[in-house]
């Protein structure tokens, strides 16, 4: 079955404890991207990849890291998080060509204490 | 740097009646535009999409948007909603295949008996 992953799917953590929520998807995608979701501000992109060992910033990338060093997998790091870096992840993945449509994971949900 | 407005935070219909949510954005060229929905607890899901050609594109679930230029808007419609249709709407833009892509604060749809 054609899909994203991540996980934790739920996680609860103390501010400066690093951790890394990780995205795989099974579909060959060469872009893959990190989103985060806040009420009323809806979801702004953190970072995205285009392919193996090219990333770019979104619109919001201060506080976290990414890697691409394997095609399917594009992990999210977060150095030393932030109560404001509380907030529902989403990873998704696509063929480079805008025209394919772009796979969502199902979403993890961090809370910084 | 390009942006999404979605103007209308809730609406509320009833079901059987016609649904117009609004999208404007704001790109010096045309760029590639973008309806998604989000079910709650769920990921997002791709309803339809703008590239170039005919300004009015079908999409699922019954779901059709018009790209209209001269207003830099691309607003989502569907005839008669059911009550399946209760969820999150997001419109996001992307100026060109493999940039970053921007979403909207989203619309909450509610719809009533």
């Known amino acids: 079955e054609a899909q994203v992953t991540q996980n934790p799917r739920y996680l609860i953590t103390v501010t400066g404890k690093k951790l890394t929520v990780t995205c795989s998807q099974n579909?060959?995608?060469?872009?893959m991207s990190w989103y985060r979701q806040d009420p009323g501000l809806g979801l702004r992109q953190i970072y995205y990849?285009?392919?193996?060992?090219?990333?770019d910033k979104g619109d919001v990338p201060e506080g976290y890291k990414v890697s691409r060093k394997e095609k399917r997998n594009f992990p999210l790091i977060l150095e030393s998080p932030s109560p404001n870096q509380t907030s529902l992840y989403f990873c998704?993945?696509?063929?480079?060509?805008?025209?394919?449509?772009?796979?969502f994971g199902p979403g993890t949900r961090l809370t910084v204490t | 740097a390009q942006s999404v407005t979605q103007p209308d935070i809730h609406i509320t219909v009833s079901e059987g009646a016609s649904l117009e949510l609004r999208c404007n954005y704001s790109?010096?060229?045309?760029?590639?535009l973008f309806w998604y929905v989000q079910s709650p607890g769920q990921g997002l899901q791709l309803l339809l999409k703008?590239?170039?050609?005919?300004?009015l594109v079908q999409g699922i679930k019954g779901f059709e948007a018009e790209f209209k230029r001269s207003q830099s808007s691309f607003n989502l419609r569907k005839p008669s909603v059911h009550w399946s249709d209760a969820a999150e709407y997001f419109c996001a833009v992307m100026k060109s295949s493999g940039d970053k892509l921007t979403f909207g604060t989203g619309t909450r749809l509610a719809v009533r008996p």
């Open positions: 579909m060959n995608h060469e872009y």
């Open positions: 703008y590239f170039s050609g005919d300004t």
């Open positions: 998704a993945s696509s063929y480079g060509d805008v025209s394919y449509e772009q796979y």
């Open positions: 790109y010096g060229a045309t760029p590639y």
């Open positions: 990849s285009m392919n193996v060992e090219v990333t």
